[in-house]
């Protein structure tokens, strides 16, 4: 009798340790790479990139180019749909005033600087770039701006 309680209680304890090994750690998250070329040449050091939701996935991102690639590890990845582009780079020295680009540089006349980006509008705050992250991947996406 005793072997019979101990087979009802140790089936149901099985299966909730194999269902625990095939969970999603992630949420669903995929890894994101790629690169991003600028007129040809690997995009500089400090390039943004951004991953804006269009169909309400609940994930977003913001990376930094190294050597031309980026990489959105899985913890911090995107969820499967399509998300729109930005990609932004500051020439890192042209003084503007962003509160009347004809007066001095900074708000207050002082030299702050706001850099000009040496990225297309198209690809920036006009982008209509969409890629879409599926739930199989790869998730590798090669930019090249003109």
Same mark, same amino acid.
């Given at each position: 009798? $005793? ?8 089936? &149901? ?9 095939? $969970? ?5 998250? /995929? ?5 991003? #070329?600028? /007129?040809?040449?690997?995009? #500089? ?25 980026? /990489? ?9 749909? #399509?998300?729109?582009?930005?990609? $932004?780079?500051?020439?890192? #020295? =042209? ?8 007066? &001095? &540089? ?9 850099? /000009? ?22 998730? =590798? ?6």
């Amino acid at each position: 009798m $005793s072997a019979p309680r101990i087979a009802v209680g140790f089936i &149901p304890g099985l299966l909730l340790v194999l269902l625990a090994g095939c $969970s999603d750690n992630y949420d669903g998250r /995929k890894e994101i790479s790629g690169t991003v #070329k600028l /007129k040809g040449q690997p995009i #500089k050091d400090g390039a943004v990139i951004e991953f804006v939701p269009t169909e309400k996935q609940g994930t977003s991102a913001t990376t930094m180019a190294t050597g031309g690639a980026f /990489k959105i590890p899985r913890e911090n990845g995107l969820k499967p749909g #399509k998300y729109l582009v930005r990609v $932004s780079l500051g020439d890192g #020295k =042209t003084p503007v005033n962003p509160v009347d680009s004809n007066a &001095p &540089p900074g708000p207050t006349g002082n030299t702050n600087i706001v850099s /000009k980006d040496l990225v297309p509008k198209d690809w920036n705050i006009n982008s209509k770039q969409e890629r879409a992250v599926t739930a199989d991947g790869p998730n =590798t996406f090669d930019f090249d701006i003109p």
